[in-house]
C-alpha cells in the first residue's frame, strides 16, 4: 500500500484559488492513478478530479470542470490540485487517493479499491 498525505488546505474567499498537494510514499508513476476527492458536512464523499499514469487522462466532476486542474509530478512522487474560482459550495474536505492498474473513472466514480490519504480542509467563506 501507498502512504498518502495531502496539504494546502486552508480558508480562502469565494473567487480565490488554492492549490492542493498529495505527497506519496512511492513513485506515482508506477502504474497508479491518483484523484482526488471531498466530502461536505452531510454529504456524500464524492470524486472531483483523478489522473492515469503519466497523466495522460484526466477526469473531472461536472461541478469543477474549467476551475480546477489536476497535475502529477512522478520525479516527486506529487500530485496536485489547482484551485481556481472558488465557490461556497466547494468548502469540504478534501482526500487524494490512489489506486494500481485502476482507471480514472473507475477511481473517481470509487468503483475500485483505492488507498486514502487523511485529508485537509479547504473553507471557502467571505
Known amino acids: 500500500q501507498v502512504h498518502l498525505v495531502e496539504s494546502g488546505g486552508g480558508l480562502v474567499q469565494p473567487g480565490g484559488s488554492l492549490r492542493l498537494s498529495c505527497s506519496g510514499s512511492r513513485s506515482t508513476s508506477d502504474y497508479y492513478a491518483v484523484g482526488w476527492f471531498r466530502q461536505a458536512p452531510g454529504k456524500e464523499r464524492e470524486g472531483v478530479s483523478c489522473?492515469?499514469?503519466?497523466?495522460?487522462?484526466?477526469y473531472y466532476a461536472e461541478s469543477v470542470k474549467g476551475r480546477f486542474t489536476i497535475s502529477r509530478d512522478d520525479a516527486n512522487n506529487m500530485v496536485y490540485l489547482q484551485m481556481r474560482g472558488l465557490k461556497s459550495e466547494d468548502t469540504a474536505v478534501y482526500y487524494c487517493?490512489?489506486?494500481?492498474?485502476?482507471?480514472?473513472?473507475?477511481?473517481?466514480?470509487?468503483?475500485?479499491?483505492?488507498?486514502w490519504g487523511q485529508g485537509t480542509q479547504v473553507t471557502v467563506s467571505s
Open positions: 489522473i492515469s499514469t503519466a497523466g495522460a487522462y484526466t
Open positions: 487517493a490512489t489506486g494500481r492498474f485502476v482507471g480514472v473513472q473507475d477511481l473517481c466514480q470509487m468503483r475500485r479499491r483505492a488507498t
